[in-house]
């Protein structure tokens, strides 16, 4: 889910991204937050990007367990 | 009556009423008096229950006529924040959008048990909305100020409680923590600040932010009160399916005593970058007071703060999809674009965030092997101006609002206890630091800072300016 910018590079298009989300869970943002939603989600990003580039070991389950 | 109680923290105050020294209406009375006269001042209360409050200090001192015993918190003074439930009162939660709902119909766990120890609820406290946000910049109901510099935020999400506290509006009160919240208001505010382990303290009757991370807790001047009133909280409750209610063990029989034994050590690494010179010399004061000389590093804890970022965001905006999709509009600006952040999340971040927060625990609990009791400093740089949006740090420009919890958010994260303790006289506005141990083990940090109040190192005056 890539777009140019305006120096003709990828880059990923949050926008797009918002659109395609609010119509799969159901959320419609109004337009005039939009903006204020895809600055929230680019920062998410930034903070998360550590966690993302984390290696797990693999033994660990992801917590709560289910216990039925 | 004698104002000199009005200045005076919940263990005396509660002595003297125990002693007939002076009655619990009489005592009722003064704190309501002072704190809506300060109210203005410092926004504080978003409500005051005077009408409970005088009938709860005629019960405290109709027990005391018969010679009964109204309980270790006889007569003080205190408010919560207002997500907690006071029966008659709509929670608000620090939003509009719960007006025109109906009052609670009981007190959440805590309020109870706090009244059957003789506490005497005087009001509700302004928050940020649903408990989102550090510094309490509320845009419905304003901001709470700091008593230590009007012009600079009390700090979040429990503002209020940090507040009227460091005020001496009240004696103590309570707050809510999920990535930091009692600790950064405590810390910003000049006064102790404790977020318990992990269900030790019931939440039912109050309203979540992020459940697997929901903590409550009082704010206080003294270790005493912080003791006591944990103490009085204390206890497992069936209808929080969290609430294990700890290992009982008296934190009150906790002080004074001697921390010989304990390991200590500072945090290194992430806790040692990104903050101000202050933050880090308010560690170090505490390390020299203890003698702690050893260091010790949580690897990958920017990671942990990316999971707890993750994970809080979509548990928030999965208790507020009906808020997100019925009332958007009524949202305070400040947290809407978090809370629909929280819904477009993918699932495989939260998925990893939680498988992360396993692997994380265990490494953090392989410290406490080693070690009693870690100090971080609570918050990267001290209380900012109203409306500040940035901080300098390393020459660079920081977004206040997604960096005053950084420290904070990694730890409570895996649910250990933690007490915020107060620093003074490092720059013109109060520091915390935080003392934290392993799950259970409340008592160390009790036994800390205790020490430290003896020694006067943390202590939590009444601002100058509400004197």
Redesign the interface.
């Given at each position: 889910m890539n777009k140019k910018n305006k120096d003709g590079e990828k880059e990923f298009d949050w926008y797009s991204?918002?659109i395609q989300?609010?119509h799969l869970?159901?959320?419609n943002?109004?337009d005039e937050?939009r903006a204020?939603?895809i600055?929230?989600?680019k920062?998410?990003k930034q903070?998360?990007?550590?966690?993302?580039?984390?290696d797990?070991?693999e033994e660990?389950?992801?917590?709560?367990v289910y216990r039925p | 009556m004698n104002n000199k109680f009005l200045y005076k923290d919940a263990n005396r105050i509660s002595s003297a009423v125990r002693k007939g020294e002076v009655s619990a209406r009489e005592i009722t009375e003064a704190f309501i008096q002072r704190a809506t006269t300060l109210n203005d001042k410092y926004n504080c209360f978003s409500q005051f229950l005077s009408n409970r409050a005088l009938k709860e200090a005629d019960r405290v001192d109709e027990i005391i006529g018969q010679g009964g015993d109204p309980g270790v918190l006889a007569g003080v003074p205190y408010g919560v924040k207002n997500l907690f439930d006071v029966e008659g009162v709509t929670t608000l939660a620090g939003s509009i959008m719960y007006k025109g709902q109906p009052a609670a119909e009981k007190d959440a766990t805590v309020i109870k048990r706090l009244q059957k120890s003789g506490a005497i609820l005087i009001g509700a406290l302004h928050m940020s909305e649903f408990a989102y946000g550090y510094t309490n910049e509320n845009s419905h109901y304003g901001p709470v100020k700091n008593p230590h510099d009007l012009t600079r935020v009390s700090g979040g999400s429990s503002g209020g409680s940090g507040s009227s506290v460091a005020a001496g509006m009240v004696a103590f009160s309570l707050g809510s923590d999920t990535n930091g919240s009692i600790r950064l208001p405590a810390a910003l505010c000049g006064v102790f600040g404790f977020k318990p382990t992990y269900g030790a303290l019931s939440r039912f009757g109050t309203k979540m932010f992020a459940s697997s991370f929901d903590h409550v807790g009082p704010l206080a001047r003294s270790v005493e009160d912080i003791a006591a009133t944990y103490d009085a909280m204390c206890g497992p409750d069936p209808n929080d399916p969290v609430c294990h209610g700890g290992k009982f063990v008296s934190l009150i029989s906790c002080l004074n005593q001697k921390i010989d034994g304990l390991r200590l050590a500072s945090l290194d690494g992430y806790f040692k970058s990104n903050g101000s010179d202050e933050s880090y010399e308010s560690v170090n004061q505490v390390c020299k007071a203890l003698n702690v000389t050893k260091s010790v590093k949580i690897n990958n804890t920017d990671s942990a703060r990316g999971a707890a970022f993750v994970i809080t965001h979509c548990e928030g905006g999965l208790e507020h999809a009906n808020d997100i999709r019925n009332n958007l509009d009524k949202f305070d600006p400040t947290t809407r674009s978090g809370f629909i952040t929280g819904t477009l999340l993918p699932a495989n971040w939260y998925v990893k965030a939680q498988k992360f927060r396993s692997w994380y625990r265990t490494q953090v609990l392989n410290i406490f092997n080693e070690f009693d009791v870690l100090l971080a400093p609570a918050t990267p740089f001290s209380a900012t101006k109203i409306g500040q949006k940035t901080m300098k740090l390393d020459g660079s420009d920081v977004p206040v609002l997604s960096n005053l919890g950084i420290y904070a958010q990694p730890l409570s994260f895996i649910g250990l206890p933690i007490l915020s303790v107060p620093i003074h006289g490092i720059g013109d506005m109060p520091h915390g630091v935080q003392l934290i141990a392993a799950p259970g083990k409340e008592s160390s940090l009790i036994k800390i800072a205790s020490y430290l109040q003896n020694e006067g190192i943390c202590v939590a005056p009444i601002a100058n300016d509400a004197v």
């Open positions: 991204y918002m989300l609010e869970t159901g959320n943002v109004p937050y204020d939603v600055s929230y989600l920062l998410t903070i998360v990007q550590p966690l993302l580039e984390c797990i070991p660990f389950e992801a917590a709560p | -």
